[in-house]
């Protein structure tokens, strides 16, 4: 028996990257451990176990034994801290993490089961739905496999998911299935629970620290098999994975952006191929990386009724932004005749700046380079940095009196719309209405009600399934284009294709999109539903412009109270990044200032990105002390969403 055990400590500073050997008799990989360091005790994961020690060491002993973890999820994470640029203690934290103990006497916690009825036997699959599942479960039984399944919104991808998931369990396997936002799509749960019953574990941030306890013990000790939840849900202790399917795989939430800086979808794949299991990502606007790389199984169109016609509503011609006469009609519509809206627009509060007519100036948050957004409480808010301030009579920089508003955000667009159709009852979801019991309370109230509009943030586009919901409208489709970011077309043709899915699910629905740019690609073609079309173009410009999938980025940010230590420290980090990227290498260059906090960039092009976001581990490790001393951070991301 192995006496010897190798243990990452689960600490988070970079200098530390290799595991101490301890006395452990017993011990197996993947154990989670009590450990003395230095002097003090940390919580630590066995990577490995020998039956001698290295020569020269006198190992002390392991403390204690605290509970275990499947040993593929230590081939995980130490695949994560390699690849992301991170640390293995910092990546074992996330498959192990730090629960307290139950309180002796304290009965296990089960969160609440939501809002939904039961589901009735599944109905008989199309033959889309049969092909794709028997190519699921085909690679289920021939050791695993990655596929893409796209289909239209309401196309029944959800029951693809559903049996895989009884095809892992039929021969003795467990399933993951991730969700972007559980608390916005608990129909997603509730169809799984209907379908298994306990057997389903749920993982995410809207649990208490006990109620996440008590579902990883449940799927500990394999009396859970199914897991559904949220980015981090896909680190699930699990054995003997089956399948995992990522649905609504284009969500920019399955990137972590705290540092190990994962993407639960490539964790997805590579756990997925770790275990011989099979990976399913679906959506019905994948991104241009999946569609490029991975093998396609298409369900078509919708099972109820076709899409319904999008009309765009060109805001050059048409008067009276937010609410142009169009889509004045269609609430009019919708009052007369009963039916629901969902109303997007993808920006939070009265008015997104402030605008001096007098000097020309834009009233901007005093920490960060961003304009401040006039809010309902007349106060104007950082949506960077959190902070708030009265928003004053007179410009500042000038004394005029005649402040501007520029454009509308969902606060305004609340205002003119219960002046105009005040037979509506209106229900607005964004950040700024308080915590996950008040999305619960938005999104019940609209699914209860007859006459009625849904509008709010991108959150409004996300996966609801409400019945009645006859009109779904864009009001600035043009408000994410404008962001300097390579995928900013791409997530203006997502959320406008997803908005229109919401429409006429049940019975004939219309879609409406107000553009100031109607011959823009991303909106002439999300406009025809042509997904295809859309790809195939944006896979050529990044062709051309060497971007993601064809090569990959790896971004290094330095922030500091000043402007000069970021970029001094990224040309310092430059030529090392250079010796070893095997690609091109940019900046630094300045980025917007945030939170008082001076920012660069360094961005790396690469085929393959570890060689250089290794080394620039290894440099911010050697440089911490200098860091510390000059009020310097920095990050490393690899696979960025954004740039
Ligand atoms: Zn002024
Ligand atoms: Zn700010």
Same mark, same amino acid.
């Given at each position: 028996?192995?006496?010897?055990?190798? !243990?990452?400590?689960?600490?988070?500073?970079?200098?530390?990257?290799?595991?101490?050997?301890?006395?452990?008799?017993?011990?197996?990989?993947?154990?989670?451990?009590?450990?003395?360091?230095?002097?003090?005790?940390?919580?630590?994961?066995?990577?490995? $176990?020998?039956?001698?020690?290295?020569?020269?060491?006198?190992?002390?002993?392991?403390?204690?034994?605290?509970?275990?973890?499947?040993?593929?999820?230590?081939?995980?994470?130490?695949?994560?801290?390699?690849?992301? %640029?991170?640390?293995?203690g910092?990546?074992?934290?996330?498959?192990?993490?730090?629960?307290r103990?139950?309180?002796?006497?304290?009965a296990?916690?089960?969160?609440?089961?939501?809002?939904?009825?039961?589901?009735?036997?599944?109905?008989?699959?199309?033959?889309?739905?049969?092909?794709?599942?028997e190519?699921?479960v085909?690679?289920?039984?021939?050791?695993?496999?990655?596929?893409?399944?796209?289909?239209?919104?309401?196309? %029944?991808?959800?029951?693809?998911?559903?049996?895989?998931?009884?095809?892992?369990?039929?021969?003795g396997?467990?399933?993951?299935?991730?969700?972007?936002?559980?608390?916005? +799509?608990?129909?997603? @749960?509730?169809?799984?629970?209907?379908?298994?019953?306990?057997?389903? =574990?749920?993982?995410?941030s809207g649990?208490?620290?006990?109620?996440?306890?008590?579902?990883?013990?449940?799927?500990?000790?394999?009396?859970?098999?199914?897991?559904?939840?949220?980015?981090?849900?896909?680190?699930?202790?699990?054995?003997?994975?089956?399948?995992?399917?990522v649905?609504?795989?284009?969500?920019?939430?399955?990137?972590?952006?705290?540092?190990?800086?994962?993407?639960?979808?490539? $964790?997805?794949?590579?756990?997925?191929?770790?275990?011989?299991? !099979?990976?399913?990502?679906?959506?019905?606007?994948?991104?241009?990386?999946?569609?490029?790389?991975?093998?396609?199984?298409?369900?078509?169109?919708?099972?109820?009724?076709?899409?319904?016609? $999008?009309?765009?509503?060109? /805001?050059?011609?048409?008067?009276?932004?937010?609410?142009?006469?169009?889509?004045?009609r269609? @609430?009019?519509?919708?009052?007369?005749?009963?039916?629901?809206?969902?109303? @997007?627009?993808?920006?939070?509060?009265?008015?997104?700046?402030?605008?001096?007519?007098?000097?020309?100036? +834009?009233?901007?948050?005093?920490?960060?380079?961003?304009?401040?957004?006039?809010?309902?409480?007349?106060?104007?808010?950082?949506?960077?940095?959190?902070?708030?301030?009265?928003?004053?009579?007179?410009?500042?920089?000038?004394?005029?009196?005649?402040?501007?508003?520029?454009?509308?955000? +969902?606060?305004?667009?609340?205002?003119?719309?219960?002046?105009? $159709?005040?037979? /509506?009852?209106?229900?607005?979801?964004?950040?700024? !209405?308080?915590?996950?019991?008040?999305?619960?309370?938005?999104?019940?109230?609209?699914?209860?009600?007859?006459r009625?509009?849904? /509008?709010?943030?991108?959150?409004?586009?996300?996966?609801?399934?409400f019945?009645?919901?006859?009109?779904?409208?864009?009001?600035?489709?043009?408000?994410?284009?404008?962001?300097?970011?390579?995928?900013?077309?791409?997530?203006?043709?997502?959320?406008?294709?997803?908005?229109?899915g919401?429409?006429?699910?049940?019975?004939?629905?219309?879609?409406?999109?107000?553009?100031?740019?109607?011959?823009?690609?991303?909106?002439?073609?999300a406009?025809?539903? =042509?997904?295809?079309?859309?790809?195939?173009?944006? /896979?050529?410009?990044?062709?051309?412009?060497?971007?993601?999938?064809?090569?990959?980025?790896?971004?290094?940010?330095?922030?500091?109270?000043?402007?000069?230590?970021?970029?001094?420290?990224?040309?310092?980090l430059?030529?090392?990044?250079?010796?070893?990227?095997g %690609?091109?290498?940019?900046?630094?260059?300045?980025?917007?200032? @945030?939170r008082?906090?001076h920012?660069?960039?360094?961005?790396?092009?690469?085929?393959?990105?570890?060689?250089?976001? +290794?080394?620039?581990?290894?440099?911010?490790?050697?440089?911490?002390?200098?860091?510390?001393?000059?009020?310097?951070?920095?990050?490393?991301?690899?696979?960025?969403?954004?740039?």
């Amino acid at each position: 028996m192995a006496r010897f055990a190798s !243990v990452h400590p689960l600490v988070t500073t970079r200098a530390l990257t290799r595991p101490f050997t301890y006395l452990g008799d017993g011990l197996e990989k993947g154990a989670v451990v009590s450990v003395p360091l230095g002097r003090s005790r940390r919580r630590g994961v066995v990577v490995e $176990v020998a039956d001698s020690a290295p020569a020269g060491v006198e190992p002390v002993a392991v403390e204690r034994a605290l509970g275990s973890v499947p040993a593929a999820l230590v081939d995980l994470a130490l695949w994560i801290a390699d690849y992301y %640029g991170s640390t293995p203690g910092r990546a074992l934290a996330l498959v192990a993490p730090a629960v307290r103990a139950r309180r002796p006497g304290a009965a296990p916690r089960r969160p609440d089961v939501p809002t939904l009825p039961g589901e009735a036997e599944p109905a008989a699959l199309t033959a889309p739905q049969r092909r794709a599942l028997e190519r699921i479960v085909a690679a289920l039984d021939g050791g695993g496999g990655r596929f893409l399944l796209h289909g239209a919104t309401g196309s %029944g991808k959800t029951e693809v998911y559903l049996r895989a998931c009884a095809a892992a369990l039929e021969r003795g396997l467990a399933a993951i299935v991730l969700v972007p936002e559980i608390a916005l +799509t608990p129909q997603a @749960l509730a169809r799984f629970r209907s379908r298994f019953g306990d057997l389903v =574990a749920c993982l995410h941030s809207g649990l208490s620290e006990a109620e996440r306890r008590d579902e990883r013990e449940r799927i500990d000790r394999g009396e859970a098999r199914v897991v559904v939840g949220a980015r981090s849900a896909v680190f699930a202790p699990v054995r003997g994975l089956g399948v995992v399917c990522v649905d609504e795989e284009h969500d920019p939430s399955y990137k972590q952006d705290s540092d190990p800086r994962y993407d639960a979808r490539a $964790v997805a794949a590579r756990r997925a191929a770790l275990e011989g299991a !099979v990976a399913v990502f679906g959506s019905a606007t994948p991104r241009p990386e999946s569609w490029h790389l991975l093998e396609r199984l298409e369900l078509g169109a919708r099972l109820a009724r076709p899409l319904p016609p $999008v009309k765009i509503v060109d /805001l050059r011609r048409e008067r009276g932004y937010p609410l142009s006469g169009p889509l004045l009609r269609e @609430l009019g519509r919708l009052a007369d005749r009963g039916g629901k809206g969902i109303l @997007l627009l993808n920006r939070r509060g009265v008015a997104p700046a402030l605008h001096c007519r007098g000097c020309g100036r +834009t009233i901007r948050c005093g920490s960060c380079d961003v304009s401040l957004v006039l809010h309902g409480d007349r106060r104007l808010h950082c949506h960077h940095c959190g902070r708030a301030e009265a928003a004053p009579r007179l410009c500042p920089g000038c004394g005029s009196a005649e402040l501007m508003r520029l454009g509308a955000g +969902t606060e305004q667009l609340e205002r003119e719309l219960a002046a105009a $159709v005040p037979e /509506l009852e209106l229900l607005r979801l964004d950040a700024d !209405v308080a915590g996950r019991d008040g999305h619960d309370e938005v999104l019940a109230r609209f699914a209860r009600a007859e006459r009625a509009v849904l /509008l709010g943030t991108q959150m409004v586009a996300k996966g609801h399934h409400f019945p009645g919901v006859r009109l779904a409208a864009v009001v600035d489709a043009d408000a994410g284009m404008l962001l300097p970011d390579f995928r900013a077309e791409e997530r203006t043709f997502q959320l406008v294709t997803q908005l229109a899915g919401r429409s006429g699910r049940d019975r004939p629905g219309r879609v409406l999109v107000q553009t100031f740019a109607p011959d823009a690609r991303p909106i002439a073609l999300a406009a025809r539903h =042509a997904v295809a079309e859309f790809l195939a173009g944006e /896979l050529e410009r990044r062709r051309e412009l060497g971007l993601p999938p064809f090569r990959h980025l790896v971004r290094v940010v330095a922030t500091a109270g000043d402007p000069a230590p970021p970029l001094a420290l990224l040309h310092e980090l430059r030529g090392g990044i250079e010796a070893v990227a095997g %690609g091109d290498v940019l900046g630094p260059a300045p980025i917007l200032r @945030l939170r008082g906090r001076h920012r660069a960039q360094l961005l790396v092009k690469a085929a393959d990105p570890r060689p250089a976001a +290794t080394r620039a581990s290894a440099l911010l490790a050697a440089a911490a002390k200098a860091m510390r001393r000059d009020g310097l951070t920095a990050s490393i991301d690899v696979d960025p969403q954004s740039v």
